[in-house]
Nanobody, 124 residues
Framework: QVQLIESGGGLVQAGGSLRLSCAAS????????MGWFRQAPGKEREFVAA????????YYADSVKGRFTLSRDNAKNMVYLQMNSLKPEDTAVYSC?????????????????WGQGTQVTVSS
């Protein structure tokens, strides 16, 4: 069982930055594939970024590539999403997710555990 708690969301102007954090419980956290997803009002949940349990394979949605960076610290049971050059279209609730399945998946159905989400709002 893994519990996930996100933090770091907020209101930022376009072009600004935010760093989201995801704190995970569970002794086997280091073995989990971790992902970030987002959901804007009226839209389906979409993939943002994901990485393997040792962080050697990281994947990004085309819409965030070059602007967002996912990282993880297995010693601290933490996953981070550094978001730079934010755009109004990045506005959404961001959630982290975990799965013990391999290989890394970019589909929400591939994840077994979810955090409650944190709101990110980018003003123009």
């Amino acid at each position: 069982q893994v519990q996930l708690i996100e933090s770091g969301g907020g209101l930022v102007q376009a072009g600004g930055s935010l760093r989201l954090s995801c704190a995970a419980s569970g002794r086997t956290f280091s073995r989990y594939t971790m992902g970030w997803f987002r959901q804007a009002p009226g839209k389906e949940r979409e993939f943002v970024a994901a990485c393997s349990w040792i962080g050697d394979n990281t994947y990004y949605a085309d819409s965030v590539k070059g602007r967002f960076t996912l990282s993880r610290d297995n010693a601290k049971n933490m996953v981070y999403l550094q978001m730079n050059s934010l755009k109004p279209e990045d506005t959404a609730v961001y959630s982290c997710a975990a799965t013990s399945r391999v290989p890394v998946t970019t589909t929400p159905k591939g994840y077994d555990y979810w955090g409650q989400g944190t709101q990110v709002t980018v003003s123009s």
